[in-house]
Each structure stands twice: as structure tokens, then as C-alpha cells.
């Protein structure tokens, strides 16, 4: 059975955190000159159902960095729920490829797909979460906190919509212990089936979640993050749609950002609307990390694909009597 990675409540905080020093090491050795091949001759085939910039890019150029390969398709150039089913897609693709990388739609489509493919599957983005983007936020958390105070110490405020980057969020808070807010309209919550597993996780780790209308929640935050008020790429609305449930209350702005407080941070993983869900203002300011969450994907998507499918250096010895029988057979070409 293969590991998949389609969210992370099925990772220990100790595996997660071996990922993201994993990924530091994989970048100190490229920041030295030299890409170690531990993807060489991995094939990833990526399907994707919607537009993607920096996880798209990221994944292109983590496996081409370590010697892989990545191969992209959206759904309409194969033969994905048109004149074959999941299973038969799932199955002659991961027949064919080392991994797979999905962005679905459906959440439970891409847990379909796992089930029957035979080589691990990466979420990407579905409709309920974005693990590879949460994994990206905790490098950059932990980058970029307070040196003197632990993951548990942080409060982490999200500003606006559940999302799937609310929920994914949320999965990082609980996992690590830390004080949680969702700071947005009641009709924004997240799913219950999202917020039952960060319930789960939080009993463990002693994290603290909350859903507030309340301003004074914000005060004291490490991070506010945010992202897009429209929702899933499936359902996109029109502006005049949704924002007047969040504006102006649940932007972030200089204003909120201020009455956080001096300490805090902001997070945002792009792509962002300007003037809705952040102010270009702050978006642009000293104070948000986002270029550093981009950058943070590249070397996490690395780390992610090494410690799904990567392999030290080949072993020739063992290849030995093949490699023979290769060189013997074309020699007299």
C-alpha cells in the first residue's frame, strides 16, 4: 500500500517536521552547487482540473532539480471522466508513473484515485484542503517566529472565508499546539468534517481553536492569514456576490494589522484580489511573507516528493549482469 499525502492528519508532528528539515537540508546542498539526483528516473504525472501557478511551477522544477521528471496534463487531454473511469485512470497511470500529483475538484474524487493507484498520491488542492501549502506555512512559520517562543506559544489568526487554506491552517495550528482563530462571518465556517479532525488533533497537542466575530480576537497575533473570499475555483462568484458579508471587517488591512499588534506577521499564499480579502498596502509591505511562502513551496515540494519516492544514489553493482546484457545487445547496432 502505498503512503499518500492527501492531508497531514495521517503525518505525526515529528514526520512533518522531519519533512521541513528535510527540505532545509535538500536546499543547504543546493545552495552550495550541487543537486543531489534523488528523483533520477522518477516520472510524476500531474493532473490537474484547475489553474495552478505556484504549485504548478513548483512541482516542474523540484523534479526536474533533482533528476526526475514531472509530466502535466489537465482533464482534458487524457482521458480523465470522459470515456474511462477513476479506476481505470488511476490504476494504467500509476501502472506508468512513480507518483501522482492531483488537483481535483472533488475531495472525495481524489480520495477515490488514491485508493486504487498503486503509487502515492500528492494533494495539490481539492475543494476541503491544500496540505502541500500547509506544510509550506510551517517552514515559514517557523522561519519567521519569534525565536524565543515555540510552535505551542503562537497564535496563528485566519481573516475571512473557510477555505481550503483556512482548513489547512487550522490542521497546522491544532497539530502543533498552537492558539487558532478564525476571525470571520459565522456563515464562513469550515466543514464540520474538517473541523472534527483539527478537534482530534487539538485534544492531543493541547492547541486551542476558536470561530470569532469578535475584533479583540486578533489582538496579540504572531500571523494573520488570509486568502480569497471567493471560494473554490469550481465556484467562483462575482465580487458583488460576497464582498459585503466580509468587508470591511474581515480584511486585513494597516488598520487590523496594527491593532494585532507590532509582533505580528502576515501570511497570504497568493494569488490575491487587492483591495478585498488584503489591502495592497499591506500586501506589499515588509511585513508579509509572501514571496517567502513561494519560495518555501519549492523546497518543500522537493522534500515531499524525496520522502515519498526518492532513492539514494543507484547501485550499479546490483544492475551489473543487466547492464551487461544492455551493452552486449547494443554493441552490434
Not at 506508468?96 to 500529483?101: G, H, Y
Not at 517562543?149 to 497546522?172: P, R, Y
Not at 486568502?227 to 458579508?245: A, F
Not at 515519498?308 to 547496432?333: C, Y
Request: aromatic share 6%; hydrophobic share 40%.
Amino acid at each position: 500500500m502505498p503512503r499518500h499525502f492527501i492531508d497531514t492528519s495521517s503525518y505525526s508532528a515529528e514526520e512533518l517536521l522531519k519533512i521541513v528539515d528535510l527540505a532545509v537540508a535538500i536546499d543547504d546542498a543546493i545552495n552550495c552547487g550541487v543537486y543531489p539526483q534523488l528523483l533520477a528516473h522518477k516520472n510524476i504525472g500531474m493532473l490537474f482540473e484547475h489553474r495552478s501557478t505556484r504549485t504548478n511551477i513548483s512541482f516542474r522544477t523540484a523534479a526536474s532539480q533533482l533528476g526526475g521528471n514531472a509530466q502535466f496534463y489537465d482533464a482534458s487531454s487524457i482521458q480523465f471522466g470522459a470515456h474511462e473511469d477513476h479506476k481505470d485512470t488511476a490504476e494504467n497511470m500509476s501502472a506508468l508513473l512513480d507518483a501522482l500529483v492531483l488537483r481535483i475538484g472533488s475531495h472525495e474524487t481524489l480520495e477515490a484515485l488514491a485508493s486504487y493507484s498503486s503509487v502515492p498520491v500528492i494533494n495539490a488542492l481539492t475543494d476541503l484542503n491544500h496540505p502541500t501549502q500547509e506544510l509550506s506555512d510551517l517552514l515559514t512559520i517557523l522561519d519567521a517566529k519569534d525565536p524565543n517562543k515555540e510552535l505551542k506559544d503562537l497564535k496563528l489568526v485566519f481573516v475571512g472565508d473557510g477555505t481550503q487554506i483556512c482548513a489547512s491552517a487550522i490542521l497546522v495550528a491544532a497539530k502543533f499546539g498552537m492558539h487558532f482563530v478564525h476571525y470571520g462571518p459565522k456563515d464562513a465556517a469550515l466543514p464540520d468534517k474538517f473541523l472534527n479532525l483539527a478537534r482530534e488533533e487539538a485534544q492531543k497537542s493541547g492547541a486551542v481553536l476558536e470561530h470569532s466575530q469578535d475584533r479583540e480576537s486578533v489582538k496579540g497575533a504572531d500571523f494573520l492569514y488570509t486568502d480569497v473570499l471567493y471560494g473554490t475555483y469550481s465556484d467562483e462568484k462575482d465580487p458583488s456576490e460576497y464582498l459585503d458579508r466580509f468587508l470591511p471587517d474581515y480584511q486585513i488591512n494597516k488598520e487590523l494589522l496594527d491593532y494585532a499588534g507590532d509582533q505580528c506577521k502576515v501570511l497570504h499564499c497568493l494569488p490575491a484580489n487587492r483591495g478585498e480579502e488584503i489591502t495592497a498596502e499591506v500586501l506589499d509591505s515588509d511585513r508579509t511573507l509572501s514571496m517567502q511562502q513561494t519560495l518555501n513551496r519549492l523546497k518543500i515540494t522537493r522534500a515531499l516528493l524525496v520522502y515519498l519516492i526518492g532513492q539514494d544514489e543507484v547501485d550499479e553493482e546490483k544492475a551489473q549482469e543487466p547492464l551487461n546484457r544492455i551493452r552486449e545487445l547494443l554493441s552490434d547496432k
